[in-house]
């Protein structure tokens, strides 16, 4: 059986082997299961000086093999916080607005890229199937061919690709783009996304070309990991709170791109046109701080501080707190349980490659009484999700009046819409999506 060669900018971390958690490490579980693996990638560790004598962390664990480096602080705040996160997130995200561009922060992007490829053609084998991830590692399919490696190297794009007359505004997107070319096969989340690659490639006549390959998530297990949650203490405490009044929750990673000003701003709206919500209802955000040393994300925290301080001053009362706001993480199985507990889930991206949220509140429901997804119509799930309420989240009164909906359904059209939103979710899944991109790997010649 043929290899597989995984690279990421994060490699799991070694508690996380035996049992990948969260993001990608889940959506790939089953691929690493069904193959021989190489995992390759930055181990998450700073390291001193000029980085001439790192070395090369190798650990086996099953049939995966993962091999990690360290990145030096000056190639950390370069390459992801810099680079990445400070200049291709926003971009791709459609908020060129938030770039904060650096030449120096571009070459060093470069650098690791070409440092990353340097480190992995010597463990690659000509039959080796490579599987680069995300926008961290544009051009390390071409580095890896300046290498003279002949192995089938793959691309997938798990963030929105913006249009070409916004993606042009990085200096080096004809470079980036050009880099493309080096992989095999390309592939990004929905339609609209290889629309917009594929525009950019036929604008600058690279013979390249995006296919979709939309993600999902482990259905089965995440609708047991919610299942088993309901003993946990604080499922039982926070039903005990509830007193049999509905719960609406929201859970997102602290980012600009995921909506969440105007999502508390809907809400508030909600409470001002339907007063008699007020005492009779509880909205649970869960919002973990990431990147909290970037200035866009502080200043992004200050918003919400400040809003969810002003909904509870405003509406609150003695023995009601409408909005319950945490900013650390919660285990998988407690927010499996929180979900299947909700009545409803806010999930309102103002841009989002597919957004996974969305189909674990859906995975975690109860059959007989499952609650209701409002969704953002720019998520990449949308598509394919349209018995959510879908909602723009730019507008305060759709999203109040897509709340009222959620909480007046009758039983019977809950159910309708939950096991059409099912359907899709169980036939969509992190394994189909991880075999359907390596098949379209084995079809590739080599030479």
Excluded at 15 to 42: E, I, N, S, Y
Excluded at 309 to 314: A, L, R
Excluded at 360 to 379: D, M
Aim: hydrophobic letters at 40%.
């Amino acid at each position: 059986m043929q290899r597989l060669v995984i690279v990421s900018n994060r490699v799991p971390a070694v508690r996380d082997r035996k049992q990948p958690a969260g993001g990608l490490a889940v959506a790939l579980r089953a691929a690493v299961q069904d193959h021989p693996c190489l995992w390759f990638g930055w181990s998450g560790q700073q390291i001193g000086g000029d980085g001439a004598d790192r070395t090369l962390s190798v650990d086996t664990v099953g049939n995966v093999t993962y091999a990690t480096i360290g990145l030096t602080h000056k190639e950390y705040n370069g390459f992801y916080q810099g680079y990445s996160n400070g200049i291709l997130w926003p971009l791709c995200h459609y908020r060129a607005g938030l770039m904060n561009y650096s030449r120096h922060d571009q070459q060093i992007y470069a650098s690791v890229n070409t440092l990353f490829a340097t480190r992995l053609a010597p463990m690659l084998k000509p039959d080796d199937m490579v599987w680069v991830h995300d926008y961290h590692l544009f051009p390390l399919g071409k580095a890896l061919r300046d290498l003279k490696v002949k192995a089938r190297i793959g691309f997938f794009l798990h963030i929105p690709f913006p249009p070409w007359s916004l993606m042009r505004s990085l200096p080096e997107a004809p470079a980036l783009m050009r880099d493309l070319r080096a992989y095999d096969v390309i592939g990004v989340q929905t339609e609209d996304d290889a629309r917009n690659m594929n525009e950019a490639f036929a604008v600058l006549g690279i013979p390249a070309k995006a296919r979709v390959f939309p993600i999902g998530i482990d259905p089965d297990s995440f609708a047991a990991c919610a299942r088993e949650g309901q003993s946990l203490p604080q499922v039982q405490r926070l039903r005990q709170d509830l007193r049999g009044l509905p719960l609406i929750i929201g859970v997102d990673r602290m980012d600009y791109s995921k909506g969440l000003p105007e999502r508390l701003r809907g809400y508030d709206t909600f409470l001002k046109r339907y007063p008699e919500y007020r005492g009779k209802v509880t909205y649970l955000q869960i919002t973990p701080v990431s990147r909290g040393s970037v200035p866009e994300y502080q200043s992004l925290r200050a918003e919400l501080d400040q809003i969810v301080g002003h909904i509870n001053g405003t509406y609150g009362a003695f023995d009601w707190t409408p909005v319950r706001y945490l900013t650390h993480p919660l285990p998988r199985e407690l927010l499996a349980a929180f979900f299947q507990l909700s009545s409803a889930a806010l999930v309102t991206p103002l841009r989002d490659g597919m957004n996974l949220v969305a189909k674990e509140y859906v995975a975690a429901q109860v059959p007989e009484n499952p609650g209701t997804l409002i969704l953002s119509r720019f998520a990449g799930a949308a598509a394919d999700m349209e018995d959510a309420l879908l909602v723009n989240p730019h507008d305060s009164d759709e999203i109040a009046a897509a709340l009222h909906k959620a909480l007046s359904l009758s039983g019977s059209e809950r159910r309708v819409r939950w096991e059409r939103l099912r359907a899709e979710v169980w036939r969509v899944t992190a394994a189909s999506w991880a075999r359907s991109f390596i098949a379209a790997m084995s079809e590739v010649r080599t030479a």
